[in-house]
């Protein structure tokens, strides 16, 4: 069974920082495709950003070049550190698995979810 579970959700003000954390398993899946997705209150999730098998990294315009995404495969974690929050960066962040080797930024293509952990920007 896979297990992602989420941590270092927070508040911050705006142009405040933040870095998620995902604890992955089983380890296989680290290495994988894995992503970070958000929903705030009101609308879909969307996807942040991903990064694939070989190290391929995506990311959502809004976001792109102050979120960095991450992977520590020998503590089988997965990272988005967040940087120049927003307002309009507050959802709930998700850390998800694919079972592709290839990543996308959409909802479909991950068949494994974490439970969600909180972040709140404050202007």
């Known amino acids: 069974q896979v297990h992602l579970v989420e941590s270092g959700g927070g508040s911050v003000q705006a142009g405040g920082s933040l870095k998620l954390s995902c604890a992955v398993s089983?380890?296989?899946?680290?290495?994988?495709?894995v992503g970070w997705f958000r929903q705030a209150p009101g609308k879909e999730r969307e996807g942040v950003a991903s990064?694939?098998?070989?190290?391929?990294?995506g990311y959502e315009e809004s976001v792109k070049g102050r979120f960095t995404i991450s992977r520590d495969s020998a503590r089988n974690t997965l990272y988005l550190e967040m940087n120049l929050l927003k307002p309009e960066d507050t959802a709930s962040y998700y850390c998800?698995?694919?079972?592709?080797?290839?990543?996308?930024?959409?909802?479909?293509?991950?068949?494994?979810w974490g439970q969600g952990t909180q972040v709140t920007v404050s202007s």
């Open positions: 089983p380890a296989t899946y680290t290495s994988g495709c």
């Open positions: 998800a698995a694919s079972t592709y080797s290839w990543c996308s930024l959409n909802e479909p293509d991950y068949a494994y």
């Open positions: 990064i694939d098998s070989d190290g391929t990294i």
